[in-house]
């Protein structure tokens, strides 16, 4: 455990490395964050071996997640060598400007300062010590401090060591990397006024606890919080009868990946009335064998949840979620399957059908018409993702109907999935992995995809400023050879 000692010596030495590491050169950060991922390329399998043994998760799947932890790692390093990160613009002083005279503004990005990072731990790499969160806060320029996860202690303080080395041994300053164990921990870092920023993955209430302390402090910080999410999914009645048994072993094979500790599971699925999709979803599910949940904890809290579903007036089991001992002594679960009846039932007792249910559980509701599905999604307060099942070649008629719902997806989720399944998350430019609260406590961000780095950096404007007084990026030689807008005298008269 780090003592509240320790922990306050590792803030203070991230707030001492904070001007130095922010000011170093995009393309020379961009070399340490491809040492870190070499790095870890090169202890992989003594990496996959810790976490398989910690976590109970397949080794096929913890290499492919090393390698994603590394791939993030080298996309940042691109964004910084690429440089539009930034967003440099400059205004040249215009004395014709449509409203008066304009001053010479020049306008870029600068590092927040030092960032805390809440590990998950349902992903020991990817979400974990090394994961998204902290290659953009260090892509971004801001040192970070990890909370490790207690899911993958042994795990995370070798990721750690790796991660802190090879930043050192490319030259950043002390303090740029460090590791935090414990809850206390945590929470000291977070009340620090020397803290900037904090992300964290996981539970709602954890979650939620540890943002009102950041707002709550006398001077509140950004928390990118990542909190729970029932990523519903609807099928429409022309896509039963295109592809039943298809979207029956997707659903499946989608809601108990992982033994259904995903962030994007789908946790509702909305069907027509009158299918026999329930029963082929529910054949299927049986047929999934048990397997390890991540810790007895949340093993616990998802048998706690299951409970609560089954209680639920008008709901009917339709598998029943086997719990087998694992030689870990965590247990190891079988998928669970809940029907609601109607969507008007479940929108009744949303408060417990619409909540998320971490591991391998599901609930069905049935709709009688498409009017019904708008008023259901408007019970659904904020999801990662929506899942629509369309005929492969919707007619006019079936668009007509889909626009309406649509509207209302992106009212209440930050990704619309088509004809697929929302587990997968494309680490690329164009991923969206955020939501309205509770999938998110910042609606405006994401946690996936290069864009991750924007919310560890804040504008800043010089007007009239001598050019030697000038950071280098926006000196009129431009230096560092970074990508800008510049605005001349005249660009804009157009507005007069």
Not at 179 to 185: K, S
Request: charged share 20%.
């Amino acid at each position: 455990m780090t003592t509240l000692d320790e922990a306050d010596r590792l803030v203070g030495a991230a707030a001492g490395a904070a001007a130095a590491w922010g000011q170093w050169a995009p393309k020379l950060r961009a070399d340490a964050l491809s040492a870190v991922a070499d790095a870890l390329d090169a202890d992989t399998a003594a990496l996959v071996t810790d976490a398989a043994r910690e976590t109970g998760l397949p080794e096929a799947r913890l290499t492919g997640e090393v390698k994603r932890t590394t791939v993030q790692l080298r996309m940042f390093a691109d964004v910084l060598r690429e440089g539009s990160y930034l967003r440099i613009v400059i205004d040249r002083g215009d004395d014709e400007f449509a409203l008066g005279v304009r001053p010479d503004l020049r306008r870029w990005l600068v590092p927040l300062g030092p960032v805390l990072v809440f590990a998950a731990s349902n992903f020991p790499f990817a979400f974990s010590v090394a994961g998204g969160d902290t290659a953009s806060a260090l892509a971004a320029g801001c040192p970070v401090l990890v909370k490790a996860h207690p899911g993958h202690p042994d795990t995370s303080r070798r990721t750690a060591d790796i991660v802190r080395s090879a930043l050192l041994h490319a030259g950043a300053p002390e303090g740029t990397f460090d590791l935090l164990v414990g809850r206390d921990a945590g929470v000291r870092v977070l009340r620090d006024p020397r803290t900037a920023a904090a992300a964290f993955t996981g539970s709602v209430a954890g979650g939620r606890a540890l943002f009102d302390i950041a707002a709550s402090r006398p001077s509140p910080i950004p928390f990118y919080g990542e909190l729970g999410s029932i990523n519903p999914a609807v099928v429409t009645a022309d896509a039963v009868r295109e592809r039943a048994n298809l979207i029956a072993e997707g659903f499946v094979g989608s809601f108990t990946l992982g033994t259904g500790q995903f962030c994007t599971k789908p946790g509702v699925l909305l069907l027509p009335r009158g299918t026999d999709l329930p029963e082929r979803v529910a054949a299927l599910a049986e047929r999934v064998a048990p397997a390890r949940m991540l810790t007895a904890a949340i093993a616990e809290r998802h048998r706690e949840r299951n409970d609560e579903i089954a209680n639920v007036p008008g709901t009917k089991v339709l598998a029943s979620g086997v719990v087998r001992a694992d030689p870990s002594g965590v247990p190891a679960v079988g998928p669970s399957l809940f029907h609601a009846g109607s969507v008007s039932n479940l929108r009744e007792h949303r408060d417990v059908l619409l909540e998320e249910n971490f591991g391998p559980s599901a609930v069905i509701a049935e709709y009688d018409a498409d009017d019904d599905l708008p008023a259901t999604l408007g019970s659904i307060t904020g999801s990662l993702t929506f899942t629509v099942h369309t005929a492969q070649r919707p007619d006019d008629a079936e668009r007509a109907r889909l626009a309406p719902l649509l509207e209302h997806a992106a009212r209440c989720s930050g990704r619309i999935v088509f004809n697929e399944w929302p587990t997968g998350v494309a680490v690329t430019a164009a991923q969206q992995h955020g939501g309205p609260y509770p999938a998110t406590t910042a609606v405006t961000t994401t946690s996936v995809g290069t864009a991750a780095i924007e919310r560890f950096l804040r504008p800043v404007t010089y007007q009239n400023a001598p050019d030697d007084l000038l950071p280098p990026a926006l000196r009129e030689a431009n230096p560092l050879e970074l990508p800008r807008t510049v605005n001349e005298p005249g660009d804009s008269r157009r507005w007069k």
